[in-house]
């Protein structure tokens, strides 16, 4: 079966243009000066993830992509959800420390930045959660299993693509989600759908930032929040 002219376009933005955007874009907030604000943030995680799936959605249709089977949940989906974020969430600590200081304070305008921030950084929690999957482990994979025959060279591309496409973040936390999206594509696998692996992308995605905003607190990276109990 080939690849329709919109499976194409979709291969070659999202497989090429995107990760030369994010590494510009890295290259763009490292330099001295002001970082993205919080509203920014999310209007470029808004747009970004909008227009990927505006290139998924004529993909879907016109090569007949099935990506939403009926849901049938089985013992491997919560054991792979549980197991999941269990290991992500505990080795968090360790990651954040592997990291410069200097690393850290850059990019935390990535993440919460306050206890104010939690409700746009659930949103895009959400966004991304849902729509990457759709992208990278449901769309992307399939055109790409069309393309080269094999489930194996389809996922070892699209979790190179998918690192790449997150290159603000620094190379250390590339290689960490390396791993992260390879562990995804095998609940995938596992589970014949995508609805487990969007459930702990967005759990995941959310708990990290809770977790980071504290952990830049305790490095003095970030102000504690101001006690307003009385005296």
């Given at each position: 079966?080939?690849?329709?002219?919109?499976?194409?376009?979709?291969?070659?933005?999202?497989?090429?243009?995107?990760?030369?955007?994010?590494?510009?874009?890295?290259?763009?907030?490292?330099?001295?000066?002001?970082?993205?604000?919080?509203?920014?943030?999310?209007?470029?995680?808004?747009?970004?993830?909008?227009?990927?799936?505006?290139?998924?959605?004529?993909?879907?249709?016109?090569?007949?992509?099935?990506?939403?089977?009926?849901?049938?949940?089985?013992?491997?989906?919560?054991?792979?959800?549980?197991?999941?974020?269990?290991?992500?969430?505990?080795?968090?600590?360790?990651?954040?420390?592997?990291?410069?200081?200097?690393?850290?304070?850059?990019?935390?305008w990535l993440f919460p930045r306050s206890a104010r921030d939690?409700?746009?950084?659930?949103?895009?929690?959400?966004?991304?959660?849902?729509?990457?999957?759709?992208?990278?482990?449901?769309?992307?994979?399939?055109?790409?299993?069309?393309?080269?025959?094999?489930?194996?060279?389809?996922?070892?591309?699209?979790?190179?693509?998918?690192?790449?496409?997150?290159?603000?973040?620094?190379?250390?936390?590339?290689?960490?989600?390396?791993?992260?999206?390879?562990?995804?594509?095998?609940?995938?696998?596992?589970?014949?759908?995508?609805?487990?692996?969007?459930?702990?992308?967005?759990?995941?995605?959310?708990?990290?930032?809770?977790?980071?905003?504290?952990?830049?607190?305790?490095?003095?990276?970030?102000?504690?929040?101001?006690?307003?109990?009385?005296?």
């Amino acid at each position: 079966m080939g690849i329709s002219p919109s499976g194409w376009v979709f291969l070659v933005v999202i497989g090429v243009a995107f990760p030369l955007l994010a590494m510009r874009t890295a290259f763009r907030v490292r330099q001295p000066g002001p970082k993205p604000t919080a509203t920014q943030h999310l209007i470029s995680v808004v747009v970004s993830q909008g227009l990927t799936l505006a290139l998924a959605l004529p993909a879907i249709r016109f090569d007949r992509l099935e990506l939403f089977p009926r849901l049938d949940l089985g013992w491997e989906d919560p054991g792979l959800a549980i197991a999941f974020l269990l290991v992500t969430l505990a080795t968090l600590p360790a990651r954040w420390r592997w990291k410069p200081v200097e690393e850290r304070g850059r990019n935390l305008w990535l993440f919460p930045r306050s206890a104010r921030d939690l409700g746009r950084w659930a949103l895009i929690a959400l966004i991304a959660g849902i729509l990457e999957e759709i992208v990278y482990r449901g769309v992307m994979l399939q055109l790409l299993q069309r393309l080269l025959g094999s489930w194996w060279p389809a996922m070892l591309v699209c979790v190179a693509v998918f690192s790449l496409s997150h290159f603000v973040q620094g190379w250390r936390a590339m290689l960490v989600i390396v791993a992260f999206a390879a562990a995804s594509h095998g609940i995938v696998l596992a589970t014949g759908d995508l609805y487990t692996a969007m459930f702990v992308h967005v759990v995941y995605d959310f708990l990290a930032g809770v977790m980071v905003l504290r952990l830049a607190r305790s490095d003095g990276l970030l102000a504690a929040p101001v006690s307003t109990e009385p005296l």
